[in-house]
């Protein structure tokens, strides 16, 4: 197998506790700081380690990553993104982290007048990981970017927009023909662009050690540490659409428990959200990362099938205002379409 860099683009997360005594995660925490293993590090604050911990002498972990000179200790005590580090300690792979700094005068645009718009942010990532890669000797970044990120928000005129238009197809391509044309000797591709959103929730489903360890709630990575939530929001179109998606192939009570207790498809005052992931209302599809009008439809159809989803009221409005047009199920849950995968790394129903 190729020697490859994977950039884990972990958009989901929630509290991940393992059943072990504070005393020895704590005790084991300082153990990874004093020796610099920031993954395990990592993975111990995920389990509930206290990154206060002291040592016998008295020194909180800071000061004995300050002391040792370990700057990437340093950052992963001083800003870790809990979303990201959780999924990534359940995984156990080696994880090589990037760090950013932004100016202090993006932070205050809309003081000085400025419309607070978006960035290609994936496209920035994917250019930072290539460089990761080059510099560490790999040859590939393998990115999570599947089909229906392709799928435009809305139509202006001639011009379709898309806010996702650096996790889309159009972008890879033209990423890969850039790398190519300047001889950069690294892969770079989506191993999910062939696949629904449907299809990556469904084999999601089957990995419950991921189900407490995953949040994709954009309010887990405000810039701001103070302001990120440790937990789902259960509002945000995001919230919506995740419940939407995993809600065919999980159990509504596993899924209450995800969005603790407060499971969106149970809050009727969602409906004019989930109206507008269904195509159904007169709104955009929703500036976010979610999915398409025919995954979201075809997602509630299933839902509102499940013995466990009988007695759903919003479920069942939601479905009954459903137009008639429909997407074959085993067209979303297959792979297809147009993808960069390399044979070396393709799943063998993508080999012809």
Known sequence: MKNRLRLLAILFC????AGRAAADINADFLAAVSSGDTNAAAALLVQGADVNSEDGGGRPALVCAADHGDVPML????????????????????????????????????????????????????????????LHGRDAVVMSNEASASAGNIVVGDRVVNHQWSKGVAFESALRAALERHGVPVEYFSFLRPASEL??????????????????????????????LDHWCGVCDKCCFVDLVLAPFMDCSELAAVFGGHEPLADDALAERFRTLLGTSSSPKPFDCVGDVPE??????LTAARPDRAGDALVSRLVAELPDDTTPTTDLLRLSGPHFIPDDYAPGDLLV
């Open 199 to 228: 299809w990556v929730a469904q084999h999601f489903a089957a990995m419950p050690q991921y189900h407490r360890a995953f949040r994709s709630c954009n309010r887990a990575f405000y810039v701001d540490p103070a302001l990120r």
């Open 296 to 301: 979201c439809r075809t997602a509630l159809r």
């Open 75 to 134: 950052q992963l005590l001083l800003d870790r993104y809990a979303a990201v580090e959780a999924p990534a300690g359940v995984a156990g792979l080696p994880v090589l982290r990037a760090e950013r700094q932004l100016d202090a005068r993006i932070l205050c645009s809309t003081e000085l007048g400025y419309l607070n718009g978006h960035v290609p942010v994936t496209g920035i990532i994917s250019a930072v990981a290539v460089l990761a890669a080059l």
């Open 14 to 17: 929630c509290a991940f506790t």
